[in-house]
Nanobody, 126 residues
Framework: QVQLVESGGGLVQPGGSLRLSCVAS???????IGWFRQAPGKEREGVSC????????YYAESVKGRFTISRDNARKTAYLQMNALKPEDTGVYYC????????????????????WGKGTQVTVSS
């Protein structure tokens, strides 16, 4: 089972930017990759998911135009560039991988994920 490690979280002021990374222990070929977040007292939600061949990308409405997902299979790494951050973006951000699904289903449904990272904290506050 591939192991995932997130990094790049931190404290940022509203309007600021962060870039999250998700590094895998093994090849990401054959996996869709997703970023999810969980705010205090709320359920985990899908933020953005990217397909195996980068042909399909899903963004939650709340982050469209502000967040950009990408992947570098050669580096076994996925990224989430987050711009114009808002206090409501605060939460623990997790990456996950999955096969045999669509990016929309991966991000919006409680499908089985092949692996999850342990998360990185993002706090947006002045």
């Amino acid at each position: 089972q591939v192991q995932l490690v997130e990094s790049g979280g931190g404290l940022v002021q509203p309007g600021g930017s962060l870039r999250l990374s998700c590094v895998a222990s093994d090849s990401l070929d054959g996996y869709h990759i997703g970023w999810f977040r969980q705010a205090p007292g709320k359920e985990r939600e899908g933020v953005s998911c990217i397909s195996i061949l980068v042909g399909n990308i899903y963004y939650a409405e709340s982050v469209k135009g502000r967040f950009t997902i990408s992947r570098d299979n050669a580096r076994k790494t996925a990224y989430l560039q987050m711009n114009a951050l808002k206090p409501e973006d605060t939460g623990v951000y997790y990456c996950a991988v999955e096969t045999h699904t669509t990016v929309q289903a991966m991000c919006t449904m409680a499908t089985h994920k092949d692996s999850w990272g342990k998360g990185t904290q993002v706090t947006v506050s002045s």
